[in-house]
């Protein structure tokens, strides 16, 4: 079964429609070949002109969607020769994130992932990408290691944000995330972040403190979430597609902001509707960012990497 | 209504009510309920002198109370005002303007340089009074700028805290703080200079999640509330109680993410006195990475 967003109910209606005609049989009547051929180009319009336009809060809900390729999904259609590895080596593993050891495009890379699972079941076990402090010890102890053999490391981040729990709060939640971006501001090797989905607050800069960063285009950034904002700010978690508007979260306007320096386009219809099509675009644009940073010395990565992020909002933005 | 307000003629009234003493010449101890006169308060740090609640210090209070006589402020880097042009339910221009008349203060923060007990510091301290001590552009600025300081002036830098985390209105800038706070400790760690934090009450969110946690030495304040996520958040995702003094100063000394729980009173001598430890002229000097190679055992040996 098919998941369509709440504004995408045009767009369902026309596909059902096509799918009935599919299935009936021919008959003299009509000529349903040619009915089809007509809705499919209507749709296809529709499509097009729907995501040509999303509001804020549209794109919230197609960076949510659960169609959407997620980490483990873009490891697997990048990374070969993937080793996982597991661990903080001081409490537990962590599979909220995901990290591991391979190859992009032939050469030894350290890969890292907030992984929010697909079914049910593999949710829970994933705790649907919010981390605890055992995930962002793990990141750092994977960074490190890339550091130490000179490995750049790819991150890709889709999570609500890290998990707001007791035990999380207990074991140094704040102190774990603080060492993630420690680690990669640190790391003498390049690292290339990409928000593939959600990129929530503290969760998302512990992986994304990157030489550069990529985003795709229906992908939020966000300091809180626009329901959490809304429920702060204006008192009513209703407001959320007001605060959406209000927190400038998509590509688009981090990219004006200075925030992050690439866009990857979505397949027509978002990521969602061809997973493989957004993942071989990423993983041209991965390979276009990662280019000129591989065999820079690590002290001067580091020191253009700290450059970059002091310069953000020193200057108003262009606008 | 009382018989002044209600009879009384307007200008006798006037008259009468003139004030030349201050609001609240009683304060209440919001831990014990006692009442106590605001001189005293202010004597004691506004600690409560009954039961000990440290209650918030204002950052130009903070100041004065932990620095030596003659210490200096900075004037905080300028940055560029409201850069989303955000509005909720006020404009965020508008409550920029409200919170600097209200304070006296540029932003969430004060940088000051001076001496400790006689020990080189520079000391940023959090307004937490100036829109809830939220870290925006301007507060990761001043953390950037202080930590340049401390470099150029060879002294300590201290970070008080009192912070409800990154400042909504301005976005993601105010989450990319958090990398740009932590590159500022970078800086004065790589300088070999102590980088003491003081958490107080309170400290969460993204504030706690960067610059905060990556001290040389984590004091706290008694009773501080110190965190990543907010007690009702955490109550929304758990669905249970919340245990005994969860997120509290004590609470962090005991899990291992603060050192020392110290008392207001006593927080000079204690960064003084730590200051005075970890910048020690012959330890530093040992320290310094020397040119001499070090001889290593041979591995015929033994």
Redesign the interface.
């Known amino acids: 079964m098919r998941h369509f967003l709440d504004f995408e109910k045009p767009i369902a209606e026309i596909e059902g429609k096509i799918e009935e005609l599919r299935h009936l049989p021919e008959s003299p009547d009509m000529n349903i070949s040619e009915e089809v051929e007509r809705l499919s180009e209507k749709v296809d319009k529709l499509i097009r002109s729907t995501y040509a336009k999303l509001t804020p809060w549209q794109k919230t809900q197609v960076a949510r969607h659960p169609g959407r390729p997620h980490a483990a999904d873009v490891v697997a259609g990048l990374i070969t020769e993937f080793v996982p590895l597991a661990g903080d080596r001081a409490f537990a593993d962590d599979r909220a994130i995901i990290a591991g050891l391979g190859r992009f495009e032939g050469s030894a890379v350290a890969v890292l992932g907030t992984e929010k699972g697909a079914e049910t079941e593999d949710r829970v076990a994933h705790n649907f990408g919010m981390a605890r402090p055992e995930g962002y010890r793990k990141a750092r102890r994977v960074i490190e290691l890339a550091g130490r053999f000179g490995l750049p490391v790819l991150t890709f981040v889709d999570t609500p944000g890290a998990y707001p729990g007791i035990d999380a709060e207990a074991r140094g939640q704040a102190e774990a995330i603080a060492r993630a971006i420690e680690a990669c501001l640190a790391a003498p090797v390049p690292v290339v972040s990409t928000i593939i989905g959600e990129g929530g607050s503290g969760g998302a800069i512990a992986l994304a403190a990157a030489d550069h960063v990529l985003m795709f285009e229906h992908a939020i950034y966000s300091v809180i979430s626009p329901e959490g904002c809304a429920s702060i700010l204006w008192r009513d978690a209703a407001l959320a597609e007001t605060a959406a508007e209000a927190l400038k979260l998509t590509a688009e306007d981090l990219k004006k902001l200075g925030l992050i320096d690439t866009i990857v386009p979505e397949p027509l219809g978002g990521a969602h509707r061809d997973p493989t099509a957004a993942i071989a675009a990423l993983g041209k644009a991965v390979s276009t960012a990662l280019a000129p940073l591989s065999g820079e010395p690590g002290a001067r990565l580091v020191a253009r990497r700290r450059e970059k992020f002091l310069a953000m909002g020193r200057a108003a933005p262009a606008a | 209504m009382n018989w002044l307000t209600n009879y009384v003629r307007p200008k006798i009234r006037t008259l009468l009510g003139r004030k030349d003493v201050p609001d609240n010449l009683w304060h209440k101890c919001p831990a014990c309920e006692q009442m106590i006169f605001h001189l005293e308060l202010a004597k004691n740090l506004r600690v409560c002198p009954n039961c000990g609640h440290h209650m918030r210090l204002p950052a130009k209070e903070r100041l004065a109370s932990l620095m030596d006589e003659g210490f200096a402020t900075i004037e905080l880097p300028a940055?560029?005002a409201d850069?989303?042009h955000?509005?909720?339910?006020k404009r965020y221009a508008d409550r920029l303007k409200a919170a600097r008349a209200e304070t006296e203060l540029d932003d969430a923060i004060i940088v000051a340089h001076g001496t400790i007990g006689g020990q080189r510091a520079v000391v940023a301290v959090f307004a937490f009074d100036f829109m809830g001590g939220s870290m925006g552009?301007a507060v990761?600025?001043a953390l950037?700028a202080a930590a340049k300081l401390a470099v150029l002036q060879e002294a300590a830098l201290i970070a008080i805290t009192a912070s409800g985390g990154?400042r909504?209105?301005?976005?993601?800038?105010?989450?990319?703080q958090?990398?740009?706070t932590?590159?500022a400790?970078?800086i004065v760690k790589e300088a070999g200079l102590p980088y003491i934090v003081v958490l107080t009450d309170p400290t969460t969110?993204?504030v706690?999640?960067?610059?905060?946690?990556?001290g040389d030495i984590h004091v706290a304040e008694p009773g501080a509330m110190i965190?990543?996520?907010?007690a009702r958040?955490?109550e929304q995702?758990?669905r249970?109680k919340?245990?005994e003094g969860?997120?509290r100063a004590e609470y962090l000394n005991e899990?291992?993410?603060v050192d020392i729980v110290a008392r207001r009173a006593e927080l000079r001598d204690t960064l003084s006195r730590l200051i005075g430890l970890l910048t020690e002229p012959a330890a530093r000097r040992a320290a310094r990475p020397s040119a001499e190679v070090l001889a290593l055992p041979g591995i015929s040996e033994g």
């Open positions: 940055v560029p850069p989303l955000f509005r909720d339910q552009t990761g600025e950037v990154a909504m209105q301005e976005g993601a800038l105010s989450l990319m958090m990398p740009r932590t590159i400790v970078q969110g993204g706690t999640a960067s610059f905060a946690m990556l965190g990543f996520a907010g958040v955490i995702t758990v249970e919340l245990p969860f997120q899990h291992g993410m």
